[in-house]
């Protein structure tokens, strides 16, 4: 099968044949027609992530496609099913795939497989920082930082459906966008400050990092819940000294909130935004593609 390979980090991605996975006890075997390209891609392909991961590789954490195959103890999915998700395993850009069940759910119906392999990964950020680390709750303010990404824009429309009220915070040409998602106020970040204009949120999630880490705590009230998406750049002793609780989380895989993902979907509650699609073999391109006014690029299988 073909396959998107790193061999050694900071040069091109290659494509390779590669012999065909096969799914152990409690995997699945994915036929994949779609993968959506995450920063965590970029950052891997860079070498940013050699702590973690070991070269070679085949790259990709998202895919849509169809069940060929199931491993043992696997029950919830069936070959033929249509199914989405995620893999902590990698390995998504190529023809076929082996992940762990626990990342594979049925895909929302509405979906076609590259709206649907654009899903996974942030939609499971989105939830997992927004309702199981901040715990946010019906009337709180939720200020979000780089809402405009694919996180971003998961996360907007699931804080507005659990009542709560949004205050996008991102590039001006992301405004429409965002306001169109449910976005009660806009903060354009190439022309305002934040700390003008938020208003003392409940919550704030941060997707962009860097220098809003001490200029979000500075926001928050004693009460307050500070969330990013990664967890070694939270200093939660500091944001203790002000009263304030801040978490990281590296996002994992989950059946039950993917299901949940999926049935809004199906209910028309949520969209997903796709600004490019590549085949395959132009790989290279897709990873490093930076669409104007985001969206999630994704590659064709």
């Known amino acids: 099968m073909k396959a998107v390979r790193i061999n050694k980090w900071a040069t091109p991605v290659q494509i390779e044949e590669i012999p065909q996975p096969a799914p152990g006890a409690g995997e699945v075997l994915i036929g994949v027609h779609a993968a959506s ?18 070269a070679p590789l085949t790259l990709g954490t ?16 069936s070959p033929g099913d249509s199914v989405y998700g995620m893999s902590l395993m990698r390995g998504t850009f190529a023809e076929y795939a082996v992940v762990n069940a626990a990342g594979v759910a049925l895909k929302p119906r509405t979906l076609d497989n590259v709206e649907a392999s654009a899903i996974p990964l ?24 780089g809402a405009g990404g694919g996180i971003g824009s998961i996360a907007v429309q699931l804080a507005k459906n659990a009542g709560a009220y949004v205050i996008a915070h991102d590039k001006g040409e992301k405004m429409d966008v965002l306001r169109s998602l449910g976005a009660d106020e806009f903060i354009n970040a190439d022309t305002e400050r934040f700390e003008d204009k938020a208003n003392n949120p409940d919550v704030v999630l941060d997707l962009v990092m860097g220098g809003l880490v001490d200029r979000s705590f500075a926001v928050l009230l004693p009460g307050g819940r500070y969330v990013a998406t990664a967890v070694q750049q939270v200093d939660s002793e500091a944001a203790a000294l002000r009263g ?32 490019q699609t590549f085949p395959l073999t132009e790989a290279q391109t897709a990873l490093f593609a930076n669409p104007p006014g985001g969206g999630k690029v994704v590659i064709t299988v």
Do not use: C
Not at 37 to 54: L, Q
Not at 260 to 275: C, E, H, P, R
């Open 62 to 77: 998202d895919f849509a496609g169809e069940v060929v195959a199931v491993g043992e103890g696997v029950t919830h999915v």
């Open 244 to 275: 304030i609780k801040a978490s990281g989380t590296f996002t994992q895989p989950n059946i039950e909130q993917l299901t949940a993902l999926t049935q809004d979907f199906n209910a028309g509650k949520l969209k997903v935004i796709v600004s």
């Open 122 to 145: 942030t939609g499971l950020s989105a939830w997992q920082t927004l309702f199981q680390i901040a715990q946010l709750k019906q009337g709180e303010r939720v200020l979000i930082h």
């Open 37 to 54: 390209v995450n920063p965590v891609d970029r950052a891997i392909v860079a070498g940013y992530m050699a702590a973690f991961v070991t």
